[in-house]
Nanobody, 123 residues
Framework: QVQLVESGGGLVQAGGSLRLSCAAS????????MGWFRQTSGKEREFVAT????????WYTDSVKGRFTISRDNAKNTVYLQMNSLKPEDTAVYYC????????????????WGQGTQVTVSS
C-alpha cells in the first residue's frame, strides 16, 4: 500500500501563492502516477492536475492552466502543486492521490488518497 500525507495548505489572499506537498511512503513511489483533486461542500471531487510516473507528462483542468504546476521528485517520494495567482474559486480541500500506473483524471482510477489539506483564498 501507499500512504499519502498532504501539507502546505492555508489562508492566502487572492493573487497570492501556495505550494502543496504530498509525501508518500510504502510501495515504490515511481510506480505510481500522481494526481491532485479538490472538493468543496456540495460538490463532487474535481480533477486538478496529474503527472506521469516519470514526470514527463502532465495534464491540468482548464481553470488552473497557466497558474498551477504539478511536479514530482521521485528521490524524495514527493509530489508538489505550485499554485500561483490564486482566486477565491480555488478555495477547497485539496487531495493528492496515487494511481496504479497511468495518469488519469478520474477519481475512481486512483488507488490511494491523502487526508486532504484546506486551501482558502480570500478576496
Amino acid at each position: 500500500q501507499v500512504q499519502l500525507v498532504e501539507s502546505g495548505g492555508g489562508l492566502v489572499q487572492a493573487g497570492g501563492s501556495l505550494r502543496l506537498s504530498c509525501a508518500a511512503s510504502g510501495r515504490t513511489f515511481s510506480n505510481y502516477a500522481m494526481g491532485w483533486f479538490r472538493q468543496t461542500s456540495g460538490k463532487e471531487r474535481e480533477f486538478v492536475a496529474t503527472i506521469s510516473r516519470s514526470g514527463g507528462l502532465t495534464w491540468y483542468t482548464d481553470s488552473v492552466k497557466g497558474r498551477f504546476t504539478i511536479s514530482r521528485d521521485n528521490a524524495k517520494n514527493t509530489v508538489y502543486l505550485q499554485m500561483n495567482s490564486l482566486k477565491p474559486e480555488d478555495t477547497a480541500v485539496y487531495y493528492c492521490a496515487a494511481a496504479g500506473r497511468y495518469s488519469t483524471t478520474t477519481p475512481v482510477d486512483y488507488d490511494y488518497w491523502g487526508q486532504g489539506t484546506q486551501v482558502t483564498v480570500s478576496s
